[in-house]
């Protein structure tokens, strides 16, 4: 199975960049299509897609949020933060299945 | 409107068998694979299983901790996806959730219990 591996948390304050990143035990590319994505899930809510195939804003997603990397290196960038974006955020992918996913990053305020 | 509402949870006793169902509307659903993710109290997510379409086949895939145990399916002509969990066990507590194929639209999710 391909291992997806995020930092657990990260602290931040409001109006600043954060920065998440996932590594994935082996490449998760194909061609030039990196099946990478990314969502946010608030406490007591379902997952909610944020950034699909690596780089590309999920429908009704603020420009603040923004995905790139391939290969086995990701990131998602929230730029600013704003009080709304506390949760937690997942990579997961779709290159083989199982379709894994990280841990999560918890971001929280600083 | 995309919708997808699951329904089936419960308190169900370890050993015994349940059937959750996720009811769509909105999207043309027979043209979409659909997905099974669940999440244990506290925990992160995890990949369940997946139906392809019918131009595939309907094949299935199950992730690792619940082959040969659960089972996915649908009927097209209702727009509704089925998980099938047989000789439950206590680590299979948690929220159940369906999803569309490209995992953009999700259910607002199901609360199985496994408990004696």
């Known amino acids: 199975d391909i291992v997806l591996t995020q930092s657990p948390v990260l602290a931040v304050s409001l109006g600043q960049r954060a920065t998440m990143s996932c590594r994935a035990s082996q490449s998760v590319s194909i061609s030039s299509i990196n099946l990478m994505h990314w969502y946010q899930q608030k406490p007591g809510q379902q997952p909610k897609l944020l950034i699909y195939?690596?780089?590309n804003l999920a429908s009704g997603i603020p420009a603040r949020f923004s995905g790139s990397g391939s290969g086995t290196d990701f990131t998602l960038i929230i730029d600013p933060v704003q009080a709304d974006d506390i949760a937690a955020y997942y990579c997961?992918?779709?290159?083989?299945?199982?379709?894994?996913f990280g841990a999560g990053t918890k971001l929280e305020l600083k | 409107e995309v919708k997808l509402e699951e329904s089936g949870g419960g308190l169900v006793q370890p050993g015994m068998s349940v059937k959750l169902s996720c009811a769509t509307s909105?999207?043309?659903?027979?043209?979409?694979?659909m997905e099974w993710v669940r999440q244990a109290p506290g925990k992160g997510l995890e990949w369940v299983a997946e139906?392809?379409?019918?131009?595939?086949?309907?094949?299935?895939y199950y992730g690792k901790s619940v082959k040969g145990r659960f089972t996915i399916s649908r009927d097209d002509s209702k727009s509704i996806v089925y998980l099938q969990v047989n000789s439950i066990r206590s680590e299979d507590t948690g929220f159940y959730y369906c999803?569309?194929?490209?995992?953009?639209?999700w259910g607002q999710g199901v609360m199985v219990t496994v408990s004696s």
């Open positions: 195939r690596a780089s």
């Open positions: 999803s569309r194929g490209y995992f953009d639209y």
């Open positions: 139906i392809r379409n019918k131009v595939n086949n309907y094949a299935t």
């Open positions: 997961q992918q779709s290159r083989e299945s199982p379709y894994t």
């Open positions: 909105g999207f043309t659903f027979s043209d979409y694979w």
